[in-house]
């Protein structure tokens, strides 16, 4: 199958050069392995059952025995054999090289135990399934990155339908899928979900124990997407009658589905304001794609047309994925505003010199207005001697068409969107 190029293959080409490896995280089946396939000359699969003996005697040895080929190696899946970070960070101090290695890992680094942090010798990237841009599905021509620089965009017109955004939520945006025809990126999706429940979970009393409470989990999770649902009541939905499952264990499950990419919380945004409502902490409870709160539900298109009001929440996160995909290209990060009277913000989209950019999520063109009124109300609010003026207000949509109002505004449909 074609290789389609992902927005990371430039992040990862550049720090190749500045680090002597590159580590990329992310949830799995997101396209690690087939990007690092790409910028690697050789490749040991550690997850390969069939090397499994002879890569246990390996590490146990020494792992820089598994370092014989032609540079960038890749390691794929190292954290199953944590010697590996430690002995990777050894050769490239002791032969002060660049683009020695690749590392993938399906579950976050900062739980395996290792002598050394890499800090400085291993750079870090986070990966996660495709943006629509990147799957193709339309011909983008509003750049975040311009945004920031010049907020105003040129008519254009977008392909994409309710119809299609529905199919691409449906879908998500794992490689895999890409091409499957609805029925098919469904099951796909669906296996998908069958697999996280299955995840070890450190101190679980059994696999079927684990299993269980991973579902009631993710379904909680899915049920409340995008909202900033207590974890004292997502504890007694996943609870139900099982007392001996304790506000700390329902945590550490939370916190197992964090490590391994799946659940990819938006954070508060948290600048001065002026009023006297408080601005919210809690994390807006969230996944890393939105195909995985489908699979969960075991929803289709025909479902979504049927509940427009849930649809509304994962397109919302659609766009989230997307907006962090493209932030990171840009070395920012995506948060929410929201306040005690009741005023929500879907996307601030914060850079590290401070420039900020705010994105009001909207499927159809009826509660546009709505939106133009949400993004004035919060800057309202703002105290912007201590905070910076906002680089863009824009309004993302699903509809087609994409234009600067009168007030400044962009309104741009998610497909016309990219990096």
Known sequence: MEYMKRIADERLSRSLKIFGAV??????????TRTCQEHSKTQIYLQNPADKDRFDAIVAQDPRLLFRGEPPILLDEWQDYPRIWDAVRFDVDQREIKGGFLLTGSSSSRNVTTMHSGAGR???LMMRPMSVFESRYASPSVSLRELFATPTVEPARCVLTLDDYMEIVCRGGFPASRYLNHEDSLIATRDYVTELNRLRIAGAKSMRTASTVNARLL??????????YPFDKMHDEVVGNDSELSRRTIYNYYEKLKNYFIVDDVEAWNPHIRSRARTRKTPKRNFVDPAIAVGILNLDKEALLSDLRYYGFLFESLCIRDLRIFADELGGEVLYFGDNSGLDV?????????RWGA???????????EAANELDRMVAKLDLSFTQHPSFLMILTGTQDAYTRADGKVVVPLGLLMP
Do not use: F, H, M, W
């Open 122 to 124: 291993i750079g870090r």
């Open 23 to 32: 580590l990329i995280e992310g949830p799995k089946y997101c396209g690690k």
């Open 359 to 369: 994105a009001q999520v909207k499927v159809g063109s009826g509660r546009i207005e």
């Open 219 to 228: 379904r909680s999770i899915a049920r409340n997407l995008l909202t900033t």
């Open 346 to 354: 879907d996307a601030i989209i914060q850079l590290k010199d401070g």
